[in-house]
């Protein structure tokens, strides 16, 4: 799993544009949202694009998103009990 983590860092950074930041930067327990990453509403489409694109893994309840986005950790274990790509 700590591939898959390394690999979710490697996305969010490129896909966000977050170009002052490292994989280093990112604990794999930091919040993404608010106090953490300090991701947005915008950053967190980004992140379900990902999800869809890269692992099969569709949206629809946007409270699923919450518990998902939480952080590296959480997102890298529902991508891995959920992936079809």
């Known amino acids: 799993m700590e ?3 390394t690999e979710l860092k490697e996305k969010i950074i490129e896909a966000l544009n ?9 604990n794999d327990t930091d ?3 608010e106090e953490g990453l300090g ?7 980004e ?3 990902i999800l869809d694109k890269d692992y099969g893994i569709k949206l ?6 919450k518990k998902i986005f939480q952080s590296i950790e959480t997102m890298a274990q ?3 009990e959920h992936r079809t790509k």
Request: hydrophobic share 45%; aromatic share 6%.
């Open 31 to 33: 919040m993404l949202f």
């Open 78 to 80: 529902y991508i891995t």
């Open 60 to 65: 629809t309840d946007s409270k699923d998103g």
């Open 3 to 5: 591939e898959l983590k």
């Open 18 to 26: 977050l170009e002052d930041m490292s994989v280093e930067d990112i």
């Open 47 to 49: 992140l379900i694009i």
């Open 39 to 45: 991701l947005d509403s915008i950053d967190a489409l």
